[in-house]
């Protein structure tokens, strides 16, 4: 079987100048969940009708689909699946036909309407034309009703505004995804004529035409009516998110870990948990990101592409990018480990401390209100509070390296590059702009003067 | 018409010191939202009779409107009405009566209610004494039941408490929002005796007496029952802020703008969206903050009568108050642009970097630990880490100015009033005390000390 | 009456290593809330069954409740009544029996069951050989359904494995709390065979038994569905303390409190708002938590143990633990008040402030960027930005004071132990190395150097 999704809508109630189908749910487009859910369900060949913006699809994408050019943005549809004819006009076989803004589809679903598909053929010994994925909906206004005869075949697919009032009290809806026997759905097309209003071919004309020829076409039930959601607006978006982000969340918390609130937690699709994670409320796991075993994620932490190995925790309140924290280490709260970091085991990176492109080894501690940037800083190294690697001189970046065991004093200054060996103490408030030999002490420190009388003269007087 | 807003009630169930029609939603007062909304329908007068806590209701609205003074507190919905008889007494027209803790009220609601009184007038030639909105409820507990005869005239309204088991099954309730036809309403209500239960005068007991006298009542069902809600528990409160608050994220969303994860969002009713902003999770945007195309506000970021031009970037857990932040800049993530802050064209202030009462101009960067307190800062200048302008000095603020192109190396101390000239290099870890003419560089360095072994020393033995 | 909870179980769909009934909800075990309300109702004994991770309920539950060990961990619920045979065989009163799982339960359920066996035994003359808590569910799929004869007792319960079609169509299914008369009890828990399929001993066999042999055994509906939910897989936890959660919530609310977006909030069941509280979205308040009157807790914040005293205002995203505020202070916002500091009267802690076992006198000011550890710090001082007591020497722990009226300059160190007299004057960018005298000024400041067109040189050339 192919499958054919169509992406080429311009999504005019969506406001955008962008694709509709490119908007980013959970980090991804749109299209991204269609296209999994087709690959999960292992098609032959997938094609994609793109149109307006189709340059930002195909970038994304790349080769592993066709691309179909349609030239007309208000062709409609069936235009659009008429544009892919090259794709479908000689395959004796089903083409599945979806809209790029149905991300909710489930890989499940469709194989259940393969194999509904085959059963028909096999029991009833018919080749259905077409099978309708459809849902049964309390309030069905706004969407397309299903119109069947005594026998449950589908006779047509009335719109809400050509609806009479009887098919308007009709439950069952139009949910936007098609099989389609590509002999039969090349005759009934080639007949469909453009809308008087619109000048649109809708693809739906087709069911009245395949029933009128004799054709069978049936209805397939979603078992879970919110499938079939596409996403017109924003505010469409809002909600398709928010289920998809459900989903997630139920999935990780069945495979044993913990998530409070997790209406308010964000993890997007390729995020692992390796089990006896805690994710408090809040929090935001982006990317490729990688928890490991009981690693705790307090309230509000935002992980982007970062692994964090067993039971190491992230304080709340904490930014991690595309860097490792390794088992036992903590982060946070307020700490912020930024691109191409290291935080070995059992590290402490602590309050307003940012880290950027520097490695920690194991047990070092930087606990407060320091930047480490571009360094390199061996086990058991104390940062103080206060403490900056000064890695820029106004022209370029340059590089530290701290041994095993420093003690950097708070409030000190390491002027990049600079080497400070190991077990070496840098005297608290020190601007130290040359390398210090292992085990030397290190001390930048004017004179202390008291000056009588003074410090009551200039706040009282 | 005239419009009269009861809101002198004490709100015992509120468990409140002040004024309920005063607590804020979305951090305006409750009743702000009902008087909007009859703004807004535009009506020739409006009145808000006053009581409990009169003075704060006054103050804060001001003389747009005309108050008068009930008495007594525990006079009742019709004492209320009385007590504004000035108001009404011989006015020949409709009243609309309204509770001021019924913000959900729509003006289009109110409009559709207005069209039904003509309607009728025009259509079956009868003047109705009184038009009552109303809802129907699966679950009516708790609220007054509406009655009617067979042809669909109020008979009267019944309180929950003195509903026979027949009429608690009626599922219409009343809205607690009324118009009267003022001539009819002066006659009814001066026969309302006061309950002898509670000993207060009871609005709702004119329908009973309209509909004996023979004049018509009819009830107005809203489309959105929701609109009926309202607040007399604290709980009340936030589920009505709650749904505000989602009518206002679900029209910007509308107006082609992504909000993530909305039901966590915080809009405020005056905030204005510009298109195409993305807004992440728990970002809240206060008081009449307005945000450009483009623009993105992160995770958990607060923004307050904040100005945001086209593209610029607040990055998670980020405060901006009082401030404008210019196109292409970024701010954060646990940047502090406190009041009466200017961030210039793609200037980026970064993490843990508070802004207080300065103006930063383009491309400058201050991206790590630093405090910029009353400071004038002008194009290109680099702030390094841990930077500080000291601007009090035990009893006044100072202020300080930094040429254009101007190096602020880290951990340095300015100390105000200063002044740090164009292209001027402040080296590391100065406390700068003087004046820096431009292209100069300054520096205040002690002699730096390596003690052999001293290191080891101190940490190891 | 005595009271029998089971808590032995592995809680194989929980995937988890630990207890099942020890995952925290709102930071208590689970079990936690089964006692809480089996004491609120004031049983005569409570015992537990235990088995799979035993010691670690007895060591968080200690001496208050009698344990009983089942041997077989996949006994069932049967046999872990059995276990405790000891605890009710002779016992000629009635028994409740309860999952440990069940942390909806509400006292005020357990009151009117009791009340209910009163009832039937005073005015029908029965006594109950059991009263089974119930739940009537539109979709009962999955419970256990309570089949009745037509005077409305219990036959049996069948598990929905075992239930006919017609008994499917049940809509009210057991709650898993029971109240067993001991003496009819003993008699059918005897006579239940272990179930052929999984070799466990299922204690709602003893229903049918009851029935057969001519005893009376009785549902009792919840008035609220919820309260029979189990906690069975990691997503069933998350929606338990959620529902607990908003109750909580709810509570507060109607006491008095503001409550913002309480759908965000995460209040733990021994914390206490003295009322008129303003609490803001996604505030975290933990364990033994008390805010006095008027206190604000800014969107994100999060108190543990903390004390916080009438109309102080903690601003957004700030973390106080083991910490007293007292009256009017202000904290935030991005403070971190560590364990066993005290924040005095009106005194101050601003943004990318830490302060650890410190205390601060009243009217304190450290607005900006300073880490205070180990410090006790007098009324009416001011801590400059950037301020570091520098509290570790490598080795160990120092202590730091400053007097009444002490001005700390910026970017200044003090490194303990030390002495700042009253009144005394910090110079900013000072290293302070020796205790200063009461209302002295104190200096460490090296010569100030401007060199010519250096900077402009290393900018620009």
Same mark, same amino acid.
């Given at each position: 079987m192919?499958a054919l999704?169509?992406?080429a809508?311009?999504?005019?109630r969506?406001?955008?100048e962008?694709?509709?189908v490119?908007?980013?749910?959970?980090?991804k487009?749109?299209?991204w969940?269609?296209?999994r859910?087709?690959k999960e369900?292992?098609?032959?060949e997938t094609?994609l009708v793109?149109?307006? /913006?189709?340059?930002e699809i195909?970038?994304?994408?790349g080769?592993a689909?066709?691309?179909?050019h349609?030239?007309? +943005?208000?062709g409609?549809?069936g235009?659009?699946?008429l544009?892919?004819?090259?794709?479908?006009?000689?395959?004796q076989?089903?083409l599945?036909v979806?809209?790029?803004?149905? *991300?909710?589809?489930?890989?499940?679903?469709?194989?259940?309407?393969q194999k509904?598909?085959h059963l028909?053929?096999?029991?009833?010994?018919i080749?259905?034309?077409?099978?309708l994925l459809s849902a049964?909906?309390p309030?069905?206004t706004?969407?397309?009703r299903?119109?069947k005869?005594?026998e449950?075949n589908?006779? $047509?697919v009335? =719109?809400e505004?050509e609806?009479?009032?009887e098919?308007?009290?009709i439950k069952e !809806?139009n949910?936007?995804?098609?099989l389609?026997?590509?002999?039969?759905?090349?005759?009934?097309?080639?007949?469909?004529?453009?809308s008087?209003k619109?000048?649109?071919?809708?693809?739906?004309e087709?069911?009245?035409?395949m029933?009128q020829?004799?054709y069978?076409?049936r209805?397939?039930?979603?078992e879970?009516?919110s499938?079939?959601?596409?996403?017109?607006t924003?505010?469409?978006?809002?909600? !398709?998110?928010n289920?998809?982000?459900? /989903?997630?969340?139920q999935e990780?918390a069945?495979?044993?870990?913990?998530?409070h609130? +997790?209406?308010?937690?964000?993890? =997007? *699709?390729?995020?692992?948990?390796?089990?006896?994670? =805690?994710?408090?409320?809040?929090a935001?796991?982006?990317?490729?990101t990688?928890?490991g075993?009981?690693?705790?994620?307090?309230k509000?932490?935002?992980? =982007?592409?970062?692994?964090?190995e067993d039971?190491?925790?992230?304080? +709340?309140?904490s930014v991690?990018k595309?860097?490792?924290i390794?088992a036992?280490?903590v982060v946070g709260?307020f700490?912020?480990?930024?691109?191409?970091?290291i935080?070995?085991?059992?590290s402490?990176v602590?309050?307003?401390?940012?880290v950027?492109k520097s490695?920690?080894g194991?047990?070092?501690?930087? $606990?407060h209100?320091s930047?480490?940037?571009d360094a390199?800083?061996?086990d058991?190294?104390? !940062?103080?509070?206060?403490v900056v690697?000064?890695?820029f001189?106004?022209k370029r970046k340059h590089?530290?390296s701290?041994g095993?065991g420093?003690?950097?004093g708070?409030?000190s200054l390491?002027?990049?590059p600079?080497k400070?060996?190991?077990?070496s103490f840098?005297a608290?408030?020190?601007?130290?702009?040359?390398?210090?030999?292992?085990g030397?002490?290190?001390?930048t420190?004017p004179k202390? /003067?008291i000056?009588?009388d003074?410090g /009551?003269e200039?706040?009282?007087d």
């Open positions: 192919r999704v169509l992406s809508g311009m999504g005019t969506f406001r955008s962008r694709s509709k490119m908007y980013p749910i959970l980090g487009p749109m299209l969940y269609v296209l859910a087709l369900v292992n098609f032959l094609a793109v149109g307006y /913006r189709a340059e195909k970038d994304y994408f080769q689909y066709l691309y179909f349609q030239s007309n +943005p208000k409609g549809t235009d659009a699946v544009s892919a004819i090259e794709f479908w006009r000689d395959y076989d089903y599945l979806v809209n790029g803004d149905s *991300p909710l589809i489930k890989p499940h679903t469709i194989r259940n309407m509904y598909l028909v053929q096999e029991h009833e010994g080749k259905l034309s077409a099978l049964q909906l309030d069905p706004g969407y397309g299903i119109v005869d005594q449950g589908v006779v $047509k009335v =719109e505004k609806a009479t009032p098919e308007k009290l !809806v949910g936007g995804l098609y389609f026997y590509c002999p039969h759905l090349l005759e009934a097309l080639f007949k469909v004529k453009p008087p619109t000048g649109e071919v809708y693809l739906t087709v069911f009245q035409l029933h020829t004799g069978k076409v209805s397939f039930v979603a879970d009516s499938e079939i959601l596409g996403v017109n924003r505010w469409d978006m809002a909600v !398709v998110e289920l998809i982000r459900l /989903r997630i969340l990780w069945e495979k044993g870990n913990t998530i609130q +997790p209406e308010s937690v964000w993890i =997007e *699709p390729e995020v692992v948990l390796e089990g006896e994670v =805690e994710v408090f409320s809040n935001m796991l982006r990317g490729s990688r928890l075993r009981g690693v705790v994620v307090g509000g932490s935002i992980v =982007e592409n970062g692994t964090v039971g190491a925790i992230i304080e +709340p309140y991690v595309n860097s490792f390794k036992g280490a709260p700490a912020h480990v930024r691109e191409g970091s935080v070995g085991k059992n402490h602590g309050n307003f401390v940012e950027k490695s920690l194991k047990d070092v501690k930087a $606990k209100l930047y480490i940037g390199s800083i061996e058991e190294v104390n !940062v103080g509070a206060g690697f000064a890695n001189d106004g590089q530290s701290v095993k420093a003690f950097i708070s409030n390491l002027v990049a600079i400070i060996g190991s077990y840098v608290g408030g020190s601007v130290i702009t040359k390398d210090v030999p292992d030397d002490l290190v001390i420190r202390l /003067r000056i009588k003074k /009551r200039k706040l009282l």
